[in-house]
């Protein structure tokens, strides 16, 4: 019966384990730059969207559009970063900026080619631990 109980609640958590997911982060920066100048945003699909944002948010006025990539979406690269990828506004760097990239995502997300850090994917058995 302890068996049936505990199998029970095990697999009604198992309908939450893609909300919990969270990735480790690793590594440290080596001032390449890569992020500012190439960014994608979560929320910001189309050219209207980021027009609207910059309304929104002035603040982000720094950002523009430098391209897509091959599925269509938008990439953003920063006006105040210098030709040797440092900020030129490092003290009055935006709060996301301060935060990048933080110590956990849970997006499975891809660091710039170089990038000092790195995500740390889990395999099946720390799924199920
Ligand atoms: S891409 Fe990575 S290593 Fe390069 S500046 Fe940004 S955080 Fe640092
Ligand atoms: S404000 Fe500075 S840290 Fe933030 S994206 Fe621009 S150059 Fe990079």
Redesign the pocket.
């Known amino acids: 019966m302890f068996d049936f109980i505990v199998s029970f609640i095990n697999e009604v958590r198992s309908y939450f384990v893609p909300e919990r997911i969270v990735y480790d982060i690793e ?10 100048n190439y960014m994608y945003s979560v929320d910001t699909y189309t050219e209207k969207e980021f027009k609207i944002m910059q309304f929104l948010f002035p603040a982000y006025k720094r950002f523009y559009i430098k391209g897509k990539d091959d599925d269509g979406r938008l990439i953003f690269a920063c006006k105040l970063v210098s030709p040797e ?1 440092l900020c030129t506004v490092y003290n009055k760097r935006l709060p996301m900026c301060r935060k ?2 933080g110590k956990k995502t849970r997006f499975y997300a891809k ?2 080619e ?4 790195r995500i740390k994917h889990k395999n099946f058995k720390d799924y199920l631990e």
């Open positions: 590594g440290e920066c080596n001032k390449c730059g890569k992020c500012c990828g990048y990239p660091f710039p170089g990038c000092g850090y």
